[in-house]
DNA sequence: GTGAAAGCGCTAACAT
DNA sequence: ATGTTAGCGCTTTCAC
């Protein structure tokens, strides 16, 4: 027999539903029915409801409603670099989004601890989590596993290209395409050695970025000789290094399309420090137009990625993929080139 | 009478820890046990249990969990602007310092709808998160009213310095000295017209800087003359705007002492535009040293959070209110002065 | 229109 | 060393 404590009279107790039940003198599924807005509840029932969850500072417990839903309506990021200021520029709209559809987010950063990824798709596979916005290239390995096995999973990839990986729909730009269309403004501008200052080798968007600068030279008809591709990486310390490198060579290149902005901002730092002056003496374009871009000294050419965009879109199949099973085809945005001083020959 | 149906063989169910419990031949409390690590389980049922746990692709349901021990372990981290590269950067070393623990995050980003923040204090009062680390001086109304009330609540406020609020333990640096030790610091260079661009006038962070510039000019007997006051904000358009403003003035300033990098960013950007050189005719120093800035042209001087120990202090503090409820006096962490070029007399 | 009761998946007394 | 059982707070049939 258990000893039932007949009124929970401790003090400091969250209230639950059942207080504001007894509070308002009805049962607990009325009220929850009342608080869910659910039709059959007359108003003034309604209202004294509202005012009993009021009274008793009520609100409701987001584990046992998850529990008993299964569904938790929280969205999991996984980010691998939040130092990369794309990521929390994505971030601040994939927040707005999911907010607006009603669901929260978690976030899990990975740029540490790689393998840390693999926790969090437990939670998606114990149904703790709805779905998964992977917003890197990295996949965890146990999601892959998943998949294999043809498992159906809520899983959007955004950002960065996906590898030829079936079964994650895709929200992304057209890389190669992209990177061409830099390449291809420099060329048209009359630069003719056009190098690439090339981002982590096995980086999938580093490859597209480098294909797109080979393909728009070949266009061109100018050469992709080696001495004009320097293996660098997405940091600004990695851009500053190139730098080096670049002036050790016997002809230096007129123009340098960096694969990315933050290595653009180390390299032109770097450049100016050896007395080169962008882009009279060499000109240099980035990809990703962070927000310092437009205000650095010089304004910096580069590609702009429809964030927003990116994020509302991927949140909308998260959302179709959890609550549908629907919408599963890859979609791609457009991007937008953004032609500033720093590519323009005076 | 409920039906019990006898075996649950639906194809896609989330397996639970009966499925694993039936596999390996135990009850779900041995189950639960072994998987905690809990004593008394002889390691050969451990193994077994670990195994079938295994191949059911069984990980523990969050929320069930959470219901049963009335706690959650997870943090909410309210932020005001991700756009700001402080708040992401403060970000990963507090998701680090969670991780560690044991906690996982979830953010909520109130730039958009400060309202927003109301509705997450709900979900502490409801007992569905553990903790709330507040990144901003904003506190959303219903945690005051609840702190008023007298409720005791696990909530550590860190980055932006507190106005005269008791109950919520803060995790800080001196602003005020810090803004001092820029001017100091411009002061000993030689400059006499130290200008400041002071940030949002209600922000007591903008506030608290710009009391240190006072100080600091005080000390040196320099003047603080109303044209040396140039109300402007966080960001770098404003930061730009103002540069527009000081050069209608009659008399230029020769140092200035913006109250974040983002506006001296556009700062300078904008100065630059208009012929003006960093630092020879113009000296320029921010706070908060931003990644960016060290690579800047020219680099900036400018204060360095301690965003590190900060997250990691604050991380610890809400992890000892929430299990020990203990650890609730408030921190002052030192802050660095960094020299760069920019503020520097040639 | 409202209530009683079952049960989501888990953990922890309490039994054995 | 392991099983039985109660119950966390909620939603939702089903009955009235």
Not at 132 to 160: D, K, W
Not at 209 to 238: N, V
């Amino acid at each position: 027999m258990a000893k039932r404590k007949p009124i929970p009279t401790n003090e400091s107790r969250i209230p639950t539903m059942a207080d504001v039940a007894r509070i308002a003198g009805v049962s607990t599924s009325t009220v929850s029915r009342a608080l869910a807005g659910l039709p059959p509840i007359p108003e003034e029932t309604r209202q004294r409801i509202a005012q009993a969850a009021k009274e008793a500072g009520y609100a409701v417990n987001r584990h046992a409603r998850s529990l008993r839903l299964k569904r938790s309506k929280v969205i999991l990021v996984l980010i691998p670099n939040l130092a990369n200021p794309n990521f929390p520029d994505l971030l601040i709209h994939i927040d707005r989004a999911a907010y607006d559809c009603g669901y929260d987010i978690m976030i899990a950063h990975t740029a540490i601890d790689p393998g840390r990824s693999d926790r969090y798709v437990d939670e998606l596979l114990a149904g703790s989590i709805d779905g998964v916005l992977l917003t890197a290239s990295y996949c965890p390995p146990r999601l892959l596993e998943c998949i294999a096995a043809g498992r159906h999973l809520p899983i959007v990839r955004t950002l960065s290209p996906t590898p030829d990986l079936t079964g994650i729909t895709a929200v992304q730009i057209d890389e190669v395409k992209a990177a061409y269309d830099v390449v291809d403004h420099l060329a048209k501008q009359g630069y003719k050695r056009i190098a690439h200052l090339g981002g982590p080798p096995k980086e999938i968007m580093a490859i597209a970025r480098r294909k797109g600068w080979e393909k728009a030279l070949a266009d061109h008809g100018l050469s992709a000789s080696p001495d004009l591709y320097i293996q660098s990486g997405f940091t600004m310390i990695e851009g500053q290094r190139a730098a080096d490198e670049i002036r050790s060579r016997s002809e230096l290149p007129d123009a340098i399309f960096c694969s990315n902005d933050e290595s653009a901002y180390g390299l032109i730092a770097a450049l100016k420090g050896h007395g080169l002056r962008i882009p009279q003496d060499i000109a240099v374009a980035g990809f990703d137009d962070l927000s310092f871009s437009a205000v650095m000294d010089p304004p910096l050419t580069t590609v702009r990625l429809p964030r927003r965009d990116m994020a509302e879109r991927s949140i909308q199949k998260l959302k179709a993929l959890i609550e549908d099973d629907a919408d599963n085809d890859n979609t791609i945005l457009a991007h937008e080139l953004i032609i500033r001083a720093s590519s323009l020959r005076s």
